[in-house]
């Protein structure tokens, strides 16, 4: 399931939540109601006596409300994906329900019938209101058919009740609209700011990484060091540093051109990225010169790391140079607590120097 998807569901299930909640309100507030129709007003109008109207009005639709609600809760529980159906499936039924039990005592109990009108307004689903409008109509004129005495009164009071649904439906497809629109304006808003935030990261890579090796730019490694040398000076830990120089760089670009000399950069890079543990840090100075931090235990450690990377450059041959191979020579230099990256970075050079003057292709510790 994806990351989209699961959020829209769980968004949807704490809207199914929330409607229960307000079920069961409703449910509180029509009890205490009925409760005092029994107590107050069943006693004192001949046609409610209050046994017939406990037994009938009170007991019976109050039950089937209860457990109306108790199988809601179960399918919220156990199979969240139908309860929004089963939540608009339920107010029809207790619309009705409680429709038919009431009709007989109040000329506007068909009011009742919005009650599925109103939920399926706020899943903001015009299919929902539609179909609990036509359900609605269904229960209203069913009313007007079950009762015994039909009168003008009653037919007027079946055309005001029509109009009352179709207003409250067109209000219903007014506010879905709305709604939808709004949504529609938040994804773009949403959209527009995701669409910046992957700039500002594409953004932030371009000024750390070096666009022709993929490793990062020589302001990413004074960064780095820096943070590195401050967390030295608080917890003492071993921090090597090793600069590399293609050897005899001006040479490949003069012999095969500038776009050899690419290849042969983006070659260097690869072996360096391939050869180096997550740990360690890799950075392309500026023109063929890259710098590797490392974090080794101790020196031999970290100079069996970067003779690694010394021989794999070399053993690697480059196809746009008629497989002719480049070679690379390091100056490697292990930083004590307290020291600055300049003058690390320049015993580090000064090794680099070294193997330099003494051959290429080589490794010097300072």
């Known amino acids: 399931m994806t990351r989209p998807h699961l959020h829209s569901l769980l968004i949807t299930f704490n809207w199914n939540r929330l409607i229960l909640n307000i079920m069961w309100a409703i449910s509180i507030v029509v009890f205490i109601s009925q409760w005092l129709i029994y107590e107050v007003i069943a006693p004192q109008v001949p046609f409610l006596t209050p046994l017939n109207y406990f037994a009938q009005d009170l007991l019976i639709p109050d039950s089937i409300f209860l457990l109306i609600m108790i199988g809601l809760e179960l399918c919220h529980r156990t199979y969240p994906q139908w309860s929004e159906v089963a939540i608009i499936s339920a107010s029809i039924v207790l619309s009705y329900i409680y429709l038919y039990f009431i009709r007989d005592y109040f000329a506007v109990a068909p009011v009742v019938l919005l009650f599925p009108l109103f939920i399926s307004i706020i899943y903001f689903k015009k299919g929902y209101l539609l179909a609990c409008l036509a359900l609605c109509f269904v229960g209203l004129f069913g009313a007007f058919c079950l009762s015994e005495h039909r ?79 401050e967390d030295q000076r608080l917890h003492a830990f071993p921090i090597q540093i090793a600069i590399l120089d293609i050897d005899n760089f001006k040479q490949v670009n003069d012999t095969f051109g500038h776009w050899a000399g690419d290849i042969a950069l983006k070659q260097a890079a690869s072996c360096i990225a391939d050869s180096l543990s997550h740990t360690c840090f890799a950075a392309r100075y500026g023109g063929e010169e890259f710098v590797v931090l490392l974090l080794e235990k101790d020196m031999q450690s970290a100079w069996k790391i970067v003779e690694k990377l010394r021989i794999s450059i070399a053993r690697r041959p480059i196809e746009e140079m008629n497989r002719r191979h480049i070679t690379v020579s390091i100056g490697l230099h292990a930083i004590e607590t307290g020291e600055t990256k300049e003058y690390a970075f320049q015993q580090a050079d000064q090794a680099l120097y070294v193997s330099k003057s003494e051959g290429k292709n080589r490794t010097t510790i300072q």
Do not use: Y
């Open 151 to 229: 009168s003008t009164a009653d037919m007027i009071d079946l055309i005001l009740m029509s109009c009352i649904f179709l207003v409250a439906a067109f209000t219903g497809l007014a506010v879905i609209r709305r709604g939808s629109e709004l949504i529609e304006q938040l994804d773009m808003v949403q959209q527009s700011e995701q669409e910046l935030r992957i700039q500002a990261m594409m953004m932030e890579r371009m000024a750390k990484i070096d666009p022709l090796t993929g490793l990062h730019n020589h302001k990413s490694f004074h960064e780095h060091i820096e943070k590195l040398l």
